[in-house]
């Protein structure tokens, strides 16, 4: 309740640069859904890898009271009676964590120490609201901070919002891991429309941007509620009301579609919306090399193939309600699957006969075929990110 109260309190009196000495803003706040679609700045897991494009700056009067949220959307907590297994599996994952309130309570163990910003001419400052960025120089100026970007497992972009339907996001983004600030990729170039303390995104970026951290957001608006921060069921699953109630009287449909049995060109496409599919990309830009931020796009470029041709799914590696795994050799048990001596399983109209690899067939699968890469070229960390693009090493050059 207090960080609604604070939104419509920022809202109501359109402050967000706060001047020395006035009163300042506090976090901001609106409802939310419509499923989150599309591509965003850094930040995440890998939606920390998401950068934006062109923006333009927009002023804009903020509306009144805070929307309710469209009723289709229940989320995370009424989908655990059915579902505890998996809602105790997402709980606290950097999908969980990907829209968090810009405060040390908010951020926890991943908040960035307050003082100056390295090489920002910036210091970050905590006060009873959360946290602010102050500029001393060429006149003092304060600019409330409302929500971070991302999970922190690499890295996360603080942006402000200047009503209901635009955001600024912060020009310098920290990344805990290493405790280092660095510019927010996309913003290592000014532009002429640039704010000196970060880039202000139109209406539609904004909620494109808040769209891929958030499990849905109010029309036309890019403020989510709080309690649809993160990248919670009904993202993926799409609203779920009418799903429970057909559940609870046995309805035979269910009113919801079963992820599981979607061919992986549909699987990809989902989790493109927001991790970048082939068809989200411009391909004669330099984006639709970066195999390795993009992981669907690098996977529908893989030569590796299932089930007449189709590209292999984020969901064939991957447990969408959990964490990444970290271990290598759980991904190469599902390689040698196909590419095992002598075969894990025999080839069949789902499992077509592979190749087996001429160095090494037993192990070191991924450390070959799916390289890491720099993740973060331009912000000074040792960073490093998957190609999700298999290839033999030899054809990758």
Same mark, same amino acid.
């Given at each position: 309740?207090?960080?609604? %109260?604070?939104?419509?309190?920022?809202?109501?009196?359109?402050?967000?640069?706060?001047?020395?000495?006035?009163?300042?803003?506090?976090?901001?706040?609106?409802?939310?859904? /419509?499923?989150?679609?599309?591509?965003?700045?850094?930040?995440?897991?890998?939606?920390?890898?998401?950068?934006?494009?062109?923006?333009?700056?927009?002023?804009?009067?903020?509306?009144?009271?805070?929307? /309710?949220?469209?009723?289709?959307?229940?989320?995370?907590?009424?989908?655990?009676?059915?579902?505890? @297994?998996?809602? $105790?599996?997402?709980?606290?994952?950097?999908?969980?964590?990907?829209?968090?309130?810009?405060? /040390?309570?908010?951020? $926890?163990?991943?908040?960035?120490?307050?003082?100056?910003?390295?090489?920002?001419?910036?210091?970050?400052?905590?006060?009873?609201?959360?946290?602010?960025?102050?500029?001393?120089?060429? &006149? %003092?100026?304060?600019?409330?901070?409302?929500?971070?970007?991302?999970?922190?497992?690499?890295?996360?972009?603080?942006?402000?919002?200047?009503?209901?339907?635009?955001?600024?996001?912060?020009? *310098?983004?920290?990344?805990?891991?290493?405790? *280092? *600030?660095?510019?927010?990729?996309? $913003?290592?170039?000014?532009?002429?429309?640039?704010?000196?303390?970060?880039?202000?995104?139109?209406?539609?970026?904004? %909620?494109?941007?808040?769209?891929?951290?958030?499990?849905?957001?109010?029309?036309?608006?890019?403020?989510?509620?709080?309690?649809?921060?993160?990248?919670?069921?009904?993202?993926?699953?799409?609203?779920?009301?009418?799903?429970?109630?057909?559940?609870?009287?046995?309805? @035979?449909?269910?009113?919801?579609?079963?992820?599981?049995?979607?061919?992986?060109?549909?699987?990809?496409?989902?989790?493109? @919306?927001?991790?970048?599919?082939?068809?989200?990309?411009?391909?004669?830009?330099?984006?639709?090399? $970066?195999?390795?931020?993009?992981?669907?796009?690098?996977?529908?470029?893989?030569?590796?193939?299932?089930?007449?041709?189709?590209?292999?799914?984020?969901?064939?590696?991957?447990?969408?309600?959990?964490?990444?795994?970290?271990?290598?050799?759980?991904?190469?048990?599902?390689?040698?699957?196909?590419?095992? &001596?002598?075969?894990?399983? /025999?080839?069949?109209?789902?499992?077509? #006969?592979?190749?087996?690899?001429?160095?090494?067939?037993?192990?070191?699968?991924? @450390?070959?075929?799916?390289?890491? %890469?720099?993740?973060?070229?331009?912000?000074?960390?040792?960073?490093?990110?998957?190609?999700?693009?298999?290839?033999?090493? #030899?054809?990758?050059?």
């Amino acid at each position: 309740m207090r960080f609604r %109260r604070a939104v419509a309190k920022a809202l109501s009196a359109r402050l967000i640069f706060v001047p020395s000495r006035a009163p300042e803003s506090s976090l901001p706040s609106k409802s939310n859904p /419509a499923l989150a679609s599309a591509v965003c700045v850094l930040v995440g897991a890998t939606h920390l890898l998401i950068v934006i494009a062109g923006c333009s700056p927009r002023g804009g009067r903020a509306s009144g009271a805070p929307q /309710a949220t469209p009723p289709e959307f229940v989320g995370n907590a009424a989908c655990a009676e059915c579902h505890p @297994r998996e809602h $105790q599996a997402h709980k606290g994952t950097h999908h969980d964590l990907a829209l968090r309130p810009a405060s /040390a309570a908010g951020l $926890q163990g991943v908040a960035p120490r307050t003082g100056m910003i390295p090489r920002a001419g910036l210091r970050l400052v905590e006060d009873g609201e959360g946290l602010l960025v102050r500029r001393e120089f060429p &006149v %003092r100026r304060d600019v409330r901070l409302h929500l971070a970007v991302g999970s922190g497992k690499y890295g996360m972009t603080f942006v402000s919002f200047l009503d209901d339907r635009h955001l600024m996001e912060l020009r *310098w983004s920290y990344f805990p891991p290493w405790n *280092w *600030w660095a510019l927010t990729p996309g $913003q290592e170039v000014r532009l002429r429309t640039d704010d000196p303390l970060g880039r202000v995104q139109d209406a539609e970026m904004s %909620r494109r941007c808040m769209g891929c951290h958030t499990t849905a957001l109010p029309e036309g608006r890019a403020v989510p509620e709080p309690s649809f921060f993160g990248v919670g069921c009904e993202a993926c699953h799409g609203p779920g009301r009418a799903h429970i109630q057909a559940a609870r009287i046995r309805q @035979r449909d269910l009113r919801m579609e079963k992820l599981d049995r979607l061919p992986p060109s549909r699987l990809n496409g989902l989790c493109g @919306r927001c991790h970048r599919s082939t068809a989200a990309l411009d391909l004669t830009s330099p984006e639709a090399s $970066q195999t390795h931020r993009f992981q669907p796009h690098g996977l529908q470029r893989s030569a590796c193939r299932t089930e007449g041709g189709q590209p292999l799914s984020c969901l064939g590696c991957h447990n969408p309600h959990t964490d990444a795994e970290t271990d290598h050799r759980a991904y190469e048990r599902i390689c040698l699957a196909c590419h095992a &001596v002598p075969p894990a399983a /025999a080839p069949g109209p789902r499992r077509p #006969a592979a190749s087996l690899c001429p160095v090494n067939p037993r192990e070191g699968c991924i @450390r070959c075929h799916m390289e890491r %890469r720099s993740a973060f070229p331009t912000a000074g960390i040792p960073a490093t990110m998957v190609d999700h693009r298999i290839a033999i090493p #030899a054809a990758r050059r």
